[in-house]
C-alpha cells in the first residue's frame, strides 16, 4: 500500500521531507501559507499543493510539521491537522527544540504525535512517549527507515537510541 503523506510547512525543511516522501513513491501533498514556498520539486513526481492545511491532510496516513520553532504555533498545527485526517495519521513533528512532552501537550489524539529531530551523528531520531503505544511505534520507524533508504541516508534511530534496519528486507 502506497503511503500518502501530507507536509506542513513547504520551507526548505519541508521541502526536503517532499523529495524524500517522493522518492519513495509515496503520494505527497503540501500547504504551507506562504505562495512562494514549495515551488520547486526535484525529480519529475508532483508535490501536490493544497490551499488549506485540511485539503492537505486529507486521507493522509503521515503528516509532517516542518515549522518555524514556535510551541504555540507547532501545537495549533497539529489539533488542526487531527481535526482533519483520519484518527489513524501518525503526526510527525520536525523539531530540534521542543520535547515530545511539549508536542503532544494539547494534541487530540497525543497518542499519534511524534517527533522527529536529528541526531548527534547526523541520523534522523524519532522521539516517542509513553503515550505513544508499541504498534505505533513500530509503524513509525519501519515507515521512516523505507524513507531513509529511499534517500540513502543514514538509518532512523528509535527513542533508546537503536538504529532502525533501513528497510524490512535489511
Given amino acids: 500500500m502506497t503511503e500518502r503523506v501530507a507536509i506542513l510547512g513547504l520551507g526548505e525543511r519541508g521541502m526536503r521531507w517532499a523529495e524524500t516522501c517522493l522518492a519513495a513513491g509515496w503520494d505527497v501533498s503540501g ?3 506562504d505562495d512562494r514556498a514549495g515551488l520547486v520539486v526535484n525529480g519529475g513526481a508532483a508535490l501536490r499543493r493544497e490551499t488549506t492545511i485540511t485539503g492537505a491532510v486529507q486521507g493522509a496516513t503521515w503528516v509532517i510539521c516542518c515549522l518555524p520553532e514556535r510551541l504555540e504555533l507547532m501545537r495549533t498545527v497539529v489539533q488542526r491537522a487531527q481535526a482533519s485526517a483520519t ?9 530540534d527544540e521542543h520535547g515530545i ?3 503532544q501537550g494539547c494534541s487530540i489524539r497525543p497518542s499519534h504525535v511524534f517527533r522527529l529531530s536529528d541526531g548527534a551523528d547526523g541520523d534522523l531520531a524519532l522521539d516517542v512517549s509513553n503515550r505513544n503505544s508499541a504498534e505505533l511505534r513500530q509503524r513509525a520507524t519501519e515507515s521512516l527507515a523505507i524513507l531513509s533508504a529511499a534517500q540513502s541516508v543514514a538509518p ?3 527513542a533508546d537510541d537503536r538504529a532502525m534496519p533501513k528497510s524490512r528486507n535489511a
Fill in 87 to 95: 484518527k489513524d495519521a501518525v503526526i510527525a513533528v520536525a523539531s
Fill in 101 to 103: 512532552e511539549a508536542l
Fill in 31 to 33: 500547504f504551507d501559507p
Fill in 156 to 158: 532512523v534511530r528509535d
